[in-house]
């Protein structure tokens, strides 16, 4: 048996079979290092400048953890727009005031004008919108009178 180890130049370690070694070797996963401790006469350095030349792929890293781990998606919800309720505003009364004697519990209790009547009095005309019986005014006037205090 030669002895391989003594004065070669490195390049002289890889014959046929320490080729084959190295190959075998790396694909079970050796490192360059404990390779080299295997094929008499290679150094670390030469192992790994072999292992490219031979174009032996890298070892594979050690899979992850969790490779196929897919971000959720957080699915943003978007708070349903909700088109904001007009309401038509409440129409102002029309024509003319109605004097008090022919205001009911149905008509707005809006003071809307005066009247003098044939014996000089003054009468107030009221709103002639209808109402609501638990209001006093139309929805006109509940409008105005009650905007500010939102009562
Ligand atoms: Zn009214």
Not at 9 to 38: C, H, Y
């Amino acid at each position: 048996m030669l002895e391989v180890g003594m004065a070669l130049k490195t390049d002289k370690v890889w014959t046929p079979a320490t080729v084959e070694l190295l190959k075998r070797l790396w694909e079970e996963g050796l490192s360059a290092a404990q390779i080299s401790s295997q094929i008499p006469g290679s150094t670390r350095n030469s192992i790994i400048g072999k292992r490219h030349r031979l174009g032996l792929p890298t070892h594979k890293q050690a899979p992850s953890q969790n490779p196929l781990r897919i971000r959720a998606k957080r699915e943003r919800v978007m708070p349903e727009f909700k088109p904001q309720i007009v309401l038509s505003p409440p129409e102002a009364p029309q024509g003319e005031g109605i004097p008090f004697m022919k205001a009911n519990s149905s008509t707005c209790r809006s003071v809307e004008g005066y009247e003098v009547n044939s014996k000089g009095h003054t009468l107030a005309l009221f709103c002639s919108n209808p109402k609501s019986l638990e209001a006093s005014f139309c929805a006109f006037h509940q409008n105005i009178y009650y905007r500010k205090d939102g009562r």
